[in-house]
């Protein structure tokens, strides 16, 4: 794993990752970005995280690609576009799609600035979360005169409607977490010196559930944005099929019918 990725196991379960490049407010260069891929690559084969809470060190959560020491090899036969869009297909895009596919809930926790393709990164997670003093901002029009990446011009559109995209990502202009929350953008957000004690009681209860099941609400809400009523009805009935034959379902009926709370960590399975 890169030294530039912290990692701290929980004993209930919960994972935290911490982006370790503080002094470029969590840049994300080559060993940033391909650590966080290896890592969550890890994550997905192990059995002792059920919960992974993503955040950074420092004021930043992440301030984007770093544009002036991204450490990413010289690739003369290709246009500085055409190695962009490798890197893109190679880890960038693989990331994204990896914390939507994995089967355990991420939650991304915004501790300060998110920026740029940090925006993208920060609404992959399952469930988002801020710090009253976190902001988001998107510099690829009114900077670079480039479009969002890392999937942020596919979240924003769908979480806070097109109008509402295009003035953040024309603009540019600050949006805070407060705002963001009001728009829909996040669940929630908290004061500074409680952020990441309120994160983690979030974490804590996420794992006490049925973990996969969790996950598959994400995922079906992500399949809704883009399936017709009819589609997603089929959807849903492939889904359930599959999950009512988890032990976590038999687990919660004998749970309900003997009025008791259900012990979803002892009655889980991969």
Request: hydrophobic letters at 40%.
């Amino acid at each position: 794993m890169s030294a530039v990725i912290e990692k701290k196991q929980m004993k209930n379960g919960v994972l935290i990752l911490t982006m370790n490049r503080p002094h470029v407010l969590n840049a994300m260069n080559k060993d940033l970005i391909v650590g966080l891929l290896d890592t969550f690559k890890e994550i997905e084969k192990e059995k002792e995280s059920r919960v992974v809470v993503l955040t950074g060190k420092g004021k930043g959560f992440c301030s984007g690609a770093d544009l002036a020491n991204g450490g990413w090899e010289l690739e003369r036969e290709l246009t500085r576009g055409e190695a962009g869009a490798r890197r893109i297909d190679k880890v960038f895009n693989p990331l994204v799609r990896l914390i939507a596919s994995i089967d355990k809930p991420i939650i991304t926790a915004i501790n300060g600035l998110a920026a740029g393709g940090g925006v993208g990164l920060a609404l992959a997670g399952d469930l988002v979360v801020a710090s009253e003093s976190a902001r988001f901002k998107l510099v690829f029009g009114p900077n670079l005169g480039i479009i969002p990446d890392v999937g942020a011009s596919w979240f924003l559109p769908n979480m806070v409607g097109r109008a509402r995209a295009n003035g953040i990502a024309m603009l540019g202009d600050d949006l805070s977490a407060t705002d963001a929350k009001d728009w829909g953008l996040i669940w929630d957000c908290f004061p500074e010196n409680q952020f990441m004690e309120k994160t983690i009681e979030l974490a804590d209860r996420l794992a006490d559930g049925a973990i996969k099941g969790l996950k598959e609400i994400s995922k079906a809400h992500s399949n809704a944005l883009v399936n017709s009523l009819d589609q997603h009805l089929d959807y849903e009935r492939d889904i359930q099929k599959t999950l009512v034959d988890r032990p976590e379902f038999k687990e919660g009926v004998s749970a309900f019918l003997e009025k008791r709370k259900p012990n979803f960590r002892k009655n889980s399975s991969k």
